[in-house]
């Protein structure tokens, strides 16, 4: 197991005796219903993580979608009755391949202190995990320097984020403590080359029949990425090759990436080969040593009982569905309404509301202007139709797509104070989880403004979930031109497709590729629209990638999306 252990040592305005002094004095465990334990200050975080048996825990079989939360002392009693109990936990290592685990301590000041990191993805979308998209420049994280835009968090002080949605995650890290303890995975060259080495890699291919399919089955495991071949039906073209064996992982057809892809995805790849079909496929020690096993007892077993036997081996039982919840119940989809709302009001009174976003906004990214904040008793407060977190498209028929902040507020200031009625048309998006997500935006705005923090540079703001509601046509967009080098071959950007509204996102922007040096900042979490004039929501992610690798000269339309910041 590759890890690397590391804490901040940085104390602020209390010395380092003051601190030594202070984590000795004895104090008892807050849990105090569960728990009597008397110790150490200094003692208690780690009691509380890793000891006690008042603290709340999610199933150790939560990362297969058990959805059980409860006191570490009823855990045992739940594990012999889980119904994820069958299925073999997997380590953070086999659930990242070619990744390198790394534990990290950052401790603020306050818990309504944000240390910097902007997050994208989750499991109600497609790109699974919860990713660093970028560090605020002169933050907590910016400073300590050990984060970095592309790890995987794993884990926030003992909590796995692995299943999570995005909102759900969103609502460990807000209310995490002081000392906050990461565990994550970062991509490691080095790593990927043994991992393949001790995978032993294949290339395989098969001619295409016009009238029938090659006969194979591909499956995705429970809690693993990638794909693999779950069984192939006696007397297709797959079989009858014998270069294909069940439990083969698919890293690649036909020239496209599959590391990350789904059955569904390949079986449209195979689809649109031509007359043959090229394989790139990793074969583990297990799966070598199964076969061979079965080539030794060819001779005792009928060829019909090998193949059950086969089956049986390689297969593992189905999880059973999710129970219940409203995690499990809630779709993934988003949708959106318009609203045209119209107020009374004397000139020069104020509209009472609090914009943010815009062109070149507080985040670095072009945003649309959107309601940040509603004042009390004021026309909109009363009015009641408008709502934070809507985005405004227009007042009195005045577009407010692609304007700067300035240009925003000053043609409010102009409603308020020439005009006697103002007219908004706004866009209320709605997505999986989004009350729990204003909520932490409420938590975080009231605590923001306890402690005097700039909102401009707070998680005062929406989510990267929200923003990727919205309609594309109320996005800014930026225009990227790359050109691929001879020897490469792609420009560095690895891309996954949402199955509810077909964007392709950029999943992995690689360190040192020629997406990465572009001054235009290109980060996953981003949405590319178009590539050389073609429009991505109508193509599969298949022909995308083989555009991606094939063109030389590439011009992107890219949709940047802020992650949310924490």
């Known amino acids: 197991m590759n890890i690397i252990m590391s804490s901040a040592s940085d104390c602020w305005e209390s010395s380092q005796v003051l601190v030594k002094l202070v984590n000795k004095l004895q104090v008892t465990c807050p849990n105090s219903q569960s728990c ?69 301590e950052i401790c603020r000041k306050d818990t309504c202190h944000d240390i910097g990191l902007f997050l994208v993805g989750g499991a109600d979308t497609s790109l699974r995990y919860i990713t660093v998209q970028a560090i605020m420049q002169d933050s907590l994280a910016s400073k300590d320097g050990r984060i970095q835009p592309g790890d995987v968090i794993a884990q926030v002080n003992g909590e796995k984020l692995h299943r999570l ?27 990927e ?19 029938s399919q090659l006969g194979i089955k591909i499956t995705a495991c429970e809690g693993e990425e990638g794909i693999f071949i779950l ?6 073209v797959a079989a009858l090759s014998g270069e294909l064996k069940v439990g083969d992982r698919i890293l690649n057809i036909s020239g496209v990436d599959m590391t990350s892809s789904t059955p569904e995805c ?87 509301i609090v914009v943010a976003g815009g062109v070149a906004a507080d985040s670095g990214r072009n945003l ?24 405004l498209i227009s007042v009195n028929n005045n577009s407010l797509v692609k304007l700067t902040h300035a240009q925003a507020v000053a043609l409010l200031k102009d409603v308020a104070h020439s005009c006697k009625e103002a007219l908004f048309i706004a866009c209320q998006l709605e997505y999986p989880h989004k009350a729990a997500d204003f ?28 923003w990727l509601s919205l309609p594309v046509k109320f996005h800014s967009k930026c225009e990227v031109h790359l050109k691929k080098a001879a020897n490469c071959n792609d420009v560095g950007m690895k891309i996954c497709k949402e199955e509810t509204n077909h964007l392709c996102i950029i999943k992995h922007v690689i360190g040192g590729s020629i997406a990465s ?50």
């Open 36 to 104: 009597r334990c008397s110790l150490n200050r200094g003692e208690l975080q780690l009691h509380l993580q890793e000891k006690c048996p008042g603290t709340v825990l999610r199933c150790d079989k939560s990362v297969f979608g058990c959805n059980f939360r409860g006191q570490r002392k009823y855990m045992k009693d739940h594990l012999q009755v889980c119904q994820y109990q069958h299925i073999k936990p997997k380590s953070m290592e086999e659930l990242h391949p070619g990744y390198r685990r790394h534990v990290i």
């Open 165 to 191: 949605h995005h909102v759900e995650a969103r609502m460990i890290i807000s209310r995490a403590s002081k000392l906050m303890r990461f565990v994550i995975m970062r991509f490691d060259p080095q790593l």
């Open 193 to 211: 080359r043994k991992f393949l080495q001790q995978n032993r890699l294949f290339n395989v291919t098969l001619l295409k029949p016009p009238s």
């Open 231 to 236: 069984e192939m039906l006696e007397g297709r």
């Open 266 to 352: 390949a079986a449209i790849v195979i689809s649109e080969s031509e007359e043959k079909v090229n394989f790139v496929i990793s074969r583990s020690q297990d799966v070598v040593m199964l076969h061979q096993h079965q080539n030794t007892t060819t001779t005792r077993q009928h060829g019909s009982n090998q193949v059950n036997r086969s089956k049986s081996i390689v297969r593992r039982p189905a999880p059973p569905p999710p129970s219940q919840s409203p995690s499990s119940n809630m779709s993934s989809s988003s949708s959106y309404i318009f609203k045209e709302i119209r107020v009374s009001k004397r000139l020069q009174e104020n509209l009472g």
């Open 368 to 391: 649309p202007i959107f309601i940040r904040d509603i004042l009390m008793h004021g026309i909109m407060d009363i009015d009641g139709r408008l709502k934070k977190g809507d985005v």
């Open 439 to 466: 909520a932490i935006w409420d938590e975080n705005l009231s605590c923001h403004h306890q402690q005097r923090i700039k909102l401009a540079t707070s998680s005062c703001q929406p989510s990267w979930r929200m």
């Open 517 to 566: 040096r572009h001054p235009a900042n290109i980060e996953c979490g981003d949405v590319i629209l178009e590539i050389n004039g073609c429009k991505t929501h109508k193509m599969t992610l298949a022909t995308i990638q083989r555009m991606m690798m094939s063109l030389t000269q590439q011009i992107y339309v890219i949709m940047q999306l802020p992650g949310s910041l924490h």
